[in-house]
């Protein structure tokens, strides 16, 4: 490992990364930690599992820099807890090659390796990587094949919807509606996203068909729980 320099950033920011950097050696724990505070990320350091565990129940942290050979609990070993409990990133610093050694890491879900001896950069890179991947668009929310609203349950591929077990009849226009939004729960819906050829440019129209279907899914359509009105914006469906 090439040496490490850098001027330290004062004060950092409050969103700064927080790195756990895990490793039996001091002077190696000792150069990442400085270099890597250099360089903008906040850092905790630990000699061995024990430590990391103990770190890991009081602290929050974006990523886990971790050395593969420790004495007690290895590398490995201390991933496959920290995946079994947590969705930390985790890179592994390793001195083996072994193609076996990085496949068994990967199953864990280890996000990458870095062999030693390493340059500096190149880890601060891959460390910068793995952190840019976490932070990249948000999931879509998993597709459901049901949406519940109180006693109400809407099967979305069937068109669907049933009270305590009960079908309850829908026109294919509201059974459209009501699959528009359980597709996309919780986000409103614009008045000319909701309309048809019959309705293109006549709000009042949508109106209508929104209370019509209110008065299927809502105790008091008048004041509605599930299907709202977003002022200036349309609709928006809020599901349990």
């Known amino acids: 490992m090439t040496s490490m320099s850098g001027q330290r950033p004062e004060p950092l920011p409050d969103d700064a990364p927080h790195v756990l950097i895990v490793d039996d050696d001091l002077k190696i724990r000792d150069l990442l930690a400085r270099y890597l ?9 630990a000699a061995d599992a024990e ?5 890991l129940r009081g602290l929050d942290f974006d990523i886990v820099l971790l050395d593969v050979m420790m004495p ?20 592994m610093l390793t001195a083996r090659a072994e193609p076996e050694h990085r496949i068994e890491g990967l199953e864990i879900g280890v996000d990458d ?4 001896p390493f340059e500096p950069r190149e880890l601060l890179l891959r460390l910068k990587n793995i952190l840019r991947r976490g932070q990249s668009a948000p999931a879509a929310p998993p597709p459901q094949e049901e949406v519940r609203m109180g006693t109400l349950v809407f099967h979305i591929a069937r068109g ?9 009849k829908l026109t294919e226009r509201e059974r ?19 309309a048809t050829d019959d309705t293109t440019g006549n709000d009042r129209a949508i109106d209508v068909q929104i209370n019509r279907l209110r008065r299927k899914i809502e ?3 008048s004041n509605p729980v599930y299907l709202q009105t977003v002022r200036g914006k349309g609709y928006i469906l809020y599901a349990d």
């Open 37 to 45: 505070y250099s360089q903008g990320f906040r850092v905790t350091t």
């Open 51 to 55: 430590m990391a565990q103990a770190s």
């Open 72 to 91: 007690g609990i290895s590398g490995l070993e201390l991933a496959r807890q920290i995946k079994a409990v947590r969705d930390i990133p985790i890179c």
């Open 113 to 116: 390796y870095v062999p030693k």
């Open 160 to 168: 669907e919807l049933k009270r305590n077990n009960e079908t309850i």
């Open 176 to 194: 459209d509606l009501l699959r528009q939004f359980a597709q996309k729960r919780g986000v409103p819906i614009q008045r000319h996203e909701l």
């Open 219 to 221: 105790t008091d359509p």
